[in-house]
């Protein structure tokens, strides 16, 4: 579910019909993706914690790289987590699934197959936990508050600015409002000074993660890369008051949005994407996100995007000048 402004909210985009049969999609989910590290193993001692005062415990962890260095920093976010599940759906065999439960282990495949292109990786969380440390202000009994939703998201620029990222990638699912609704998606902000940029990068991640999905025979839709300012949150109404009354006027996913006035003072700093590679709602794209292989899958088209994005170009080889010419009857010892 896309990161909201107030309340997350999912946004229903309804994709084609999966090119493979259900017996068939299925079946593929039984051969893993083999990776060189999975994520429980890769998110070990070796991480920093940013600020431990300020962020809660796992969260806003950095990795350094484990093969060379490229001296590039990479954000990854994964969705809600702790008292906020995200969205709820079922897998085929009618099991609840939790989007933050299936975000998370997307978030540290990708980080350790990064860090192995020689990124040095900031993640917003390592545990099942939110990212800030919240306060009083942010929790309705048991729940987040409205508050504490707009903080706990706002938390996570924070923590891709202090990063000193160069690039953020929010890894989160959608939900829609019939069983049917399936498919890609990845959303930019175009109100960004760097607009041209998001949509590169989420071009890309939209590419790389259908590409690494459909590798399988899976046919998950492609929904296109999409302006946030269509699929921001619209929470609340002025009528309402504090900070759901400002929600119902920002129009942008939170992650990824401008600073306003009263309201959001920490955007983030460098190109992002939120993407959304599936549906929770959709059994069998439900099933395809908990899955090792289908997290994996994820995780690859993250990494392969993420590098082709933030790859350096190539500097031009300097020419080597022709000789000079010898002029005629300067000698040359003949």
Not at 113 to 120: E, N, S, V, W, Y
Not at 219 to 232: E, F, N, R, T
Not at 261 to 282: I, K, N, Q, R, W
Not at 313 to 333: L, Y
């Given at each position: 579910?896309?990161?909201?402004?107030?309340?997350?909210?999912?946004?229903?985009?309804?994709?084609?019909?999966?090119?493979?049969?259900?017996?068939?999609?299925?079946?593929?989910?039984?051969?893993?993706?083999?990776?060189?590290?999975?994520?429980?193993?890769?998110?070990?001692?070796?991480?920093?914690?940013?600020?431990?005062?300020?962020?809660?415990?796992?969260?806003?962890?950095?990795?350094?790289?484990?093969?060379?260095?490229?001296?590039?920093?990479?954000?990854?976010?994964?969705?809600?987590?702790?008292?906020?599940?995200?969205?709820?759906?079922?897998?085929?065999?009618?099991?609840?699934?939790?989007?933050?439960?299936?975000?998370?282990?997307?978030?540290?495949?990708?980080?350790?197959?990064?860090?192995?292109?020689?990124?040095?990786?900031?993640?917003?969380?390592?545990?099942?936990?939110?990212?800030?440390?919240?306060?009083?202000?942010?929790?309705?009994?048991?729940?987040?508050?409205?508050?504490?939703?707009?903080?706990?998201?706002?938390?996570?620029?924070?923590?891709?600015?202090?990063a000193g990222a160069r690039a953020l990638v929010g890894?989160?699912?959608?939900?829609?409002?019939?069983?049917?609704?399936?498919?890609?998606?990845?959303?930019?902000?175009?109100?960004?000074?760097?607009?041209?940029?998001?949509?590169?990068?989420?071009?890309?991640?939209?590419?790389?993660?259908?590409?690494?999905?459909?590798?399988?025979?899976?046919?998950?839709?492609?929904?296109?890369?999409?302006?946030?300012?269509?699929?921001?949150?619209?929470?609340?109404?002025?009528?309402?008051?504090?900070?759901?009354?400002?929600?119902?006027?920002?129009?942008?996913?939170?992650?990824?949005?401008?600073?306003?006035?009263?309201?959001?003072?920490?955007?983030?700093?460098?190109?992002?994407?939120?993407?959304?590679?599936?549906?929770?709602?959709?059994?069998?794209?439900?099933?395809?996100?908990?899955?090792?292989?289908?997290?994996?899958?994820?995780?690859?088209?993250?990494?392969?995007?993420?590098?082709?994005?933030?790859?350096?170009?190539?500097?031009?080889?300097?020419?080597?000048?022709?000789?000079?010419?010898?002029?005629?009857?300067?000698?040359?010892?003949?």
């Amino acid at each position: 579910m896309r990161v909201g402004v107030v309340v997350t909210v999912a946004v229903v985009v309804v994709g084609a019909v999966g090119l493979l049969d259900a017996s068939a999609r299925s079946a593929s989910l039984r051969t893993p993706l083999h990776l060189a590290a999975r994520g429980s193993t890769a998110a070990s001692a070796s991480g920093t914690p940013l600020d431990p005062t300020y962020f809660a415990p796992g969260s806003c962890v950095a990795y350094p790289p484990t093969s060379g260095d490229r001296h590039t920093t990479v954000f990854l976010d994964a969705g809600h987590g702790g008292i906020d599940p995200g969205a709820v759906g079922t897998d085929l065999a009618g099991r609840q699934i939790e989007e933050a439960q299936l975000t998370l282990p997307v978030e540290l495949d990708a980080m350790a197959l990064l860090r192995a292109q020689g990124f040095r990786v900031v993640v917003s969380r390592t545990t099942d936990s939110t990212v800030l440390r919240l306060a009083p202000v942010d929790l309705s009994g048991p729940y987040l508050s409205a508050q504490g939703v707009h903080d706990e998201v706002a938390a996570r620029d924070v923590c891709a600015n202090d990063a000193g990222a160069r690039a953020l990638v929010g890894i989160y699912f959608d939900s829609g409002a019939s069983p049917s609704n399936a498919g890609s998606i990845a959303a930019y902000d175009a109100a960004r000074p760097f607009a041209a940029a998001n949509q590169q990068l989420a071009t890309l991640v939209q590419s790389g993660v259908l590409a690494a999905m459909n590798a399988h025979g899976w046919g998950i839709p492609d929904d296109g890369v999409s302006p946030d300012a269509q699929l921001g949150s619209l929470s609340g109404s002025p009528s309402d008051g504090g900070v759901t009354a400002l929600a119902a006027s920002y129009g942008h996913l939170l992650l990824l949005g401008p600073p306003m006035a009263g309201f959001f003072s920490t955007p983030s700093t460098m190109p992002g994407t939120v993407v959304e590679p599936l549906y929770v709602t959709d059994p069998f794209e439900g099933s395809v996100a908990e899955s090792a292989a289908g997290q994996a899958a994820v995780a690859e088209g993250i990494a392969t995007a993420v590098e082709q994005f933030l790859a350096p170009v190539p500097s031009a080889t300097p020419a080597h000048p022709s000789p000079r010419p010898v002029p005629s009857g300067s000698g040359g010892g003949h």
